[in-house]
């Protein structure tokens, strides 16, 4: 065999293109490649993009830019770009970056083998169909690679809803959910190699419809009845929901299912009716609010997570507003707010923008809120005894780092437990972003 080659993924978006670095990665090893921590030392950089905002889209020319003399060092080093930022692009990608040797759209990440054999020495290749076969067929159950105590599993990818702003139906395709029986084989292939959480992962993860073990299609609460029965995985999440899918056996499974645990994303993106169809959400704030209502009454405890885009087209303040109100009865422990971004192709895209500066004020507004009662959802841990799955040792001598049941931070110092491990932890003192607390004897 030749010199040995290295791989360097940088990877951007959401947790899904976390995923699926992993999985490209496992790709590029059984094609010879070693993966690296620094560019420097790479023959194979791949940036694994998002598009979901502009911002999201340019710093990853900036970051190709960097790239300009070390392929001017190391004649042979390919570049390539995967993700969604390539699936929406495709050549203009080269185009613009003419170091740039190879694009893949997420759905053709299977067919990377093939696709390296195509390039260097000048010969560059765009792969971002759709193709007939699903990626997941190729990405079995083979994963060796060292997981930690929490992984991410996809089990749904692509989305059929068509928010008016978004750019996920386009670069992620339609919605495919994988059979439960892969799913099930994967989870438990993670959970021989430690892993004691598993996040489901889909850009409308409950609106999962796989082919059930009884050859019927399964429902998202189905699949993770069928997960929690995995002896040695302690701890199931699912991540991003979609209110209209917020089914009531799902609901139920909150309240009944002991592995699931006490913690949902759930965007609703604005308060107000108006601006939540111009979105083509296909939800209003009230039934929203009633499935919050819903989901605490099977689950009082349940830390609610979401997402909110200010000043999309013809927001007024009057809208902005009704998305203060909402925010004030839900109160969420946790939280997403963004400015909204035009994203060519998408409908929303066509009309009239707001000003940058009442964008900035409300996003400042909204997030002052927010971020009130994050701290208040913190502080009111303050005494309380949690479950804390550590996973990593702290930069402090015998500290352990880990996760409560409702995915907050928790630092504990004299700890010397085993990673994997959890224990009940009371909670001392709170921070916006971590807890501090100590083991109970
Ligand atoms: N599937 C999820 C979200 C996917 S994108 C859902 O249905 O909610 C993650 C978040 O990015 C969205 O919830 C939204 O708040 C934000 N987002 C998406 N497109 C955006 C845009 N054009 N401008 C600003 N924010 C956007
Ligand atoms: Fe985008 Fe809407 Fe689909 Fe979420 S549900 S991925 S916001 S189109
Ligand atoms: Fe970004 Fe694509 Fe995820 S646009 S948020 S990487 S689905």
């Known amino acids: 065999m030749n010199k040995k080659e ?22 590029f090893e059984q094609n010879g490649y070693i993966p690296t921590d620094s560019p420097e030392n790479a023959d194979m950089i791949v940036l694994n993009t998002c598009h979901i905002r502009e911002k999201a889209a340019e710093k990853i020319y900036s970051e190709l830019g960097r790239y300009k003399n070390l392929k001017k060092k190391k004649s042979n080093l390919k570049i390539g770009v995967a993700g969604c930022l390539a699936q929406a692009e495709g050549e203009e990608i080269i185009r613009r970056q003419p170091l740039v040797d190879l694009v893949v759209g997420p759905q053709t990440y299977h067919q990377l083998p093939a696709i390296l054999k195509t390039v260097g020495n000048g010969q560059k290749s765009v792969a971002i169909d759709f193709p007939v076969e699903n990626k997941f067929d190729y990405f079995k159950a083979t994963r060796k690679r060292h997981h930690g105590v929490a992984a991410f599993l996809t089990v749904q990818e692509g989305c059929d809803k068509f928010c008016s ?23 438990g292939e993670m959970v021989r190699h430690g892993v004691r959480e ?9 609106a999962y419809h796989g082919v059930g073990l009884d050859g019927k299609i399964c429902s998202l609460a189905k699949l993770i009845w069928e997960l929690a029965k995995v002896n ?16 009531d056996d799902l609901i139920e499974a909150h309240g009944e299912c002991g592995k699931l645990m006490p913690y949902l994303h759930l965007p609703v993106q604005s308060g107000s009716n ?9 939800h209003t704030a009230d039934m929203y609010m009633r499935l919050i209502q819903d989901i605490r009454k099977a689950r009082p405890d349940i830390l609610i997570s979401g997402d909110f885009i200010v000043g999309f087209p013809e927001e007024t303040e009057a ?13 969420y422990g946790q939280s997403y ?48 005894t949690v479950n804390v799955l550590f996973e990593r040792f702290g930069r402090q001598e015998g500290q352990m780092v880990g996760k409560s049941d409702y995915l907050q931070a928790v630092h504990v110092a004299d ?20 807890l501090t607390g100590s083991l109970n004897v």
């Open 6 to 27: 290295y791989l360097y993924i940088k990877t951007y978006g959401c947790q899904m293109n976390v995923y699926d670095s992993e999985r490209m990665v496992e790709v």
């Open 165 to 187: 702003f978004c750019v996920v139906p386009y670069t992620r395709g339609a919605e495919i959910s994988r059979p439960v029986s892969d799913i099930l084989a994967e989870a």
């Open 337 to 384: 707010s963004f400015k909204y971004s035009a994203r060519a192709g998408t409908p929303a895209a066509e009309r009239d923008l707001l000003d940058e500066d009442i964008k900035n004020e409300r996003l400042h507004r909204l997030q002052s809120l927010l971020s009130c009662q994050q701290k208040a959802s913190q502080n009111a841990m303050v005494g309380n």
């Open 274 to 282: 108006k601006i939540l169809k111009q979105m083509n959400r296909q």
């Open 198 to 206: 598993i996040t489901l992962l889909g850009q409308n993860v409950n």
């Open 319 to 331: 809208d902005f507003e009704d998305t203060l109100r909402l925010v004030k009865e839900v109160e």
């Open 232 to 247: 040695g995985l302690e701890r199931i999440r699912y991540t991003t929901s979609h209110p209209n899918d917020m089914t």
């Open 415 to 434: 700890c010397d437990l085993t990673v994997g491990t959890i224990a009940p932890v009371s909670i001392v003192a709170a921070k916006t972003n971590s």
